[in-house]
């Protein structure tokens, strides 16, 4: 008994001893938002971090589950303006708090009817070059109700604008991820706008659009003067509306000119690898556009150049990414007369001699065909010589579309591997990339496999755990199991030194990469619900990586136990390159505490290598039958 006693004592001394160590060290240390960040949500959103393990968790007095290792996510609700998240962690007797400050925008709302307001929609980034053909819309918000007009000095008085219906406010996330929370979008009066078509004016010198916002009380007035022939009309009646209080003039923040001398101006691509938009900043029309390529510059929208591609083609380039040429100098104009094929075991190069260097766009119409354009092009195509030697391609067409558009289709006989263009002086040459069949599945196969981020660690678990890290270890299992079946494996990177997001393609180029696979682990947008959306997921961008993308999504959930949370189309930049099949891997939702607890087992690991490599013998597979 005197020995149990002992024991008894001894035990008690050691468990009082371990409570009060874990209640001096009880810690809470959140990941994120960051502290003050500006939160791009409404109503609700996630705040993810970890606590002493085994200590319980509140925040602003929801119990939030804690994971043994000490990671935690919540979805908690959000009120604009400064908020405090208050944390409060538990261990026997003893407890910590934190207070984590961030700030929630305020929905917008329509100014009162107190005063009159006008405030521009755009800013000083804005700067227009219009030309003939073009429209000029403008707008800004205000008092709802009036009645609004806009001027612009030397060119047009009195143009009529229109407020608009009351509108929803978007907020990022939540068409892509519809089963989030989506707070009640709320309806926003007084946006106002008006249009003007751009004629053959000029206002060489920049000016600026002048507004007029009219009282409601006032509206049946001024309808009735305006109403009258402009040459009727004296404008000193809205001065003398604006003095009594009943009006509101105010000039835009930015300035416009219209047919400016020196204009339309040709221009040449200055970057190696430019890319041009369908509208400023907006999505991509083509990529890859080589230096020297030479086009027809029209307008202007801050730093956005608008150029003319064909007769009712445009695009948008930033005006940083070229120089320009000399003004007077004309169009670039080729006639393209004969084309040619060269065949080689692992590829097919269609040339075709031109005079310059046109902008160029090449499509997937389907998975063997290729539709090419040229732009700035003529047809006088009497000649297409075949290299009898090649057994691919089933036939070229071509088709002038409309002036300067030309395009050229070819149709193969086997699905589409790859393809690559490029010009070597004013020559055009399409490579069309055959896929690897020299072996059975993946013996000899070269597959540059891309551990994502680094330095930039990428996103980061409740406990710590860096995306760049857990890439990097899945990338080495991945690397295992392919070449065990005899694949040839690159890693774009092998440790954690810096590499830099452009040179990731550069090295599946160098080693001629039969297919590019990159690793990534997955978070998400502020006020989506991770307790909702969250599994794996696999990314393409160009038509031909589709199926390697859908094989190896096959594959994850199955093997890995998680969600299935899609196969996207994803314009991310180590996707699209076009000689190969490209993917990227989200393999688990790194933010959410026990995913962030299976990337650090090697056994999870394994099953999504294991998961990718049988997806990739798949799509090989599949390939050789076709």
């Known amino acids: 008994m005197k020995n149990l006693s002992s024991i008894y004592w001894v035990i008690l001394f050691l468990v009082a001893s371990f409570s009060a160590l874990s209640a001096a060290d009880l810690q809470i240390n959140v990941v994120y938002p960051l502290k003050n960040a500006y939160i791009t949500a409404v109503d609700s959103t996630f705040i993810l971090g970890s606590v002493t393990p085994g200590a319980e968790l509140k925040i602003n007095g929801v119990d939030v589950p804690v994971h043994k290792a000490g990671g935690f996510i919540a979805f908690l609700p959000i009120e604009p303006g400064p908020f405090d998240f208050n944390l409060t962690a538990t261990s026997g007797k003893e407890s910590t708090g934190l207070t984590w400050a961030v700030n929630v925008p305020r929905p917008e709302k ?73 707070p009640e979008s709320l309806h926003a009066r007084g946006y106002y706008e008006g249009f003007l078509n751009i004629g053959f004016e000029k206002s060489p010198d920049s000016t600026r659009p002048i507004y007029h916002l009219v009282a409601p009380d006032m509206k049946k007035v001024l309808k009735r003067i305006l109403d009258r022939p402009a040459e009727m009309i004296d404008f000193n009646f809205l001065s003398l509306l604006k003095l009594n209080g009943a009006a509101k003039i105010d000039s835009s923040r930015y300035y416009i000119r219209v047919n400016p001398i020196g204009w339309p101006r040709q221009v040449e691509f200055i970057d190696s690898v430019q890319i041009i ?20 510059a029209v307008g202007a929208e801050g730093e956005w150049l608008k150029l003319k591609l064909s007769q009712t083609q445009y695009g948008w380039v930033n005006r940083n990414s070229v120089k320009m040429l000399e003004p007077g100098l004309p169009p670039a104009i080729s006639y393209l007369k004969t084309i040619r094929t060269f065949a080689a075991p692992d590829q097919l190069l269609v040339e075709m001699p031109l005079s310059a260097r046109h902008p160029f766009r090449i499509e997937e119409e389907d998975s063997r065909t290729i539709l090419l354009t040229l732009y700035g092009v003529y047809s006088n195509t009497d000649w297409i010589r075949y290299d009898f030697k090649d057994k691919d391609l089933e036939i070229a067409t071509w088709s002038q579309v409309e002036p300067e558009l030309y395009q050229l289709r070819l149709r193969f006989k086997k699905p589409i591997w790859g393809y690559d263009g490029y010009y070597e002086g004013h020559k ?45 270890k899945i990338a080495m299992s991945l690397k295992n199991e392919l070449e065990k079946r005899g694949a040839r494996v690159v890693l774009t ?56 993308a859908r094989a190896i999504q096959k594959e994850l959930p199955g093997e890995t136990g998680l969600n299935d949370y899609g196969l996207y189309y994803g314009n991310l930049a180590v996707n699209r390159p076009t000689g190969y099949p490209a993917v990227l891997v989200e393999c688990a939702f790194i933010i959410l505490p026990e995913q962030e607890a299976l990337l650090k087992t090697e056994e999870f690991r394994l099953r999504v290598a294991r998961a990718i490599r049988n997806g990739i013998e798949n799509f090989l597979r599949e390939n050789e039958r076709q």
Do not use: W
Not at 123 to 129: A, E, G, I, Y
Not at 281 to 295: D, E, S
Not at 428 to 445: M, R
């Open 110 to 182: 329509a100014p009162g009817y107190d005063s009159l307001y006008i405030i521009d929609e755009f800013d000083s980034t804005r700067n227009l070059l219009l030309g003939s053909g073009d429209r000029l819309v403008v707008g800004f918000r205000g008092t709802p109700g009036c009645l609004a007009y806009f001027a612009i000095p030397g060119l047009s008085d009195s143009i009529p604008m229109a407020e608009l219906p009351p509108g929803v406010q978007p907020y990022r996330g939540e068409s892509l991820f519809e089963q989030g929370r989506i």
């Open 493 to 548: 990177r092998s440790d954690m030194s810096n590499l830099p997001l452009n040179e990731r393609p550069v090295i599946a180029a160098a080693n001629k990469a039969d297919m590019f696979v990159s690793i990534h682990n997955n978070a998400l947008p502020d006020g989506i619900n991770p307790f909702v959306n969250n599994g794996v997921s696999t990314y393409y961008y160009h038509p031909h990586s589709i199926e390697l």
């Open 428 to 472: 055009f040459k399409l490579i069309i990339n055959k896929s690897p069949q020299l072996t059975v599945g993946l013996k000899d196969k070269i597959i540059v496999i891309d551990p994502g981020h680094s330095a930039d660690p990428g996103a980061i678990g409740p406990t710590g755990l860096r995306e760049s890290e857990a890439n990097l």
């Open 277 to 296: 938009r369908v509208g400023p900043r907006l999505g991509y029309l083509a990529i890859f556009q080589p230096r020297g390529v030479t086009a027809q």
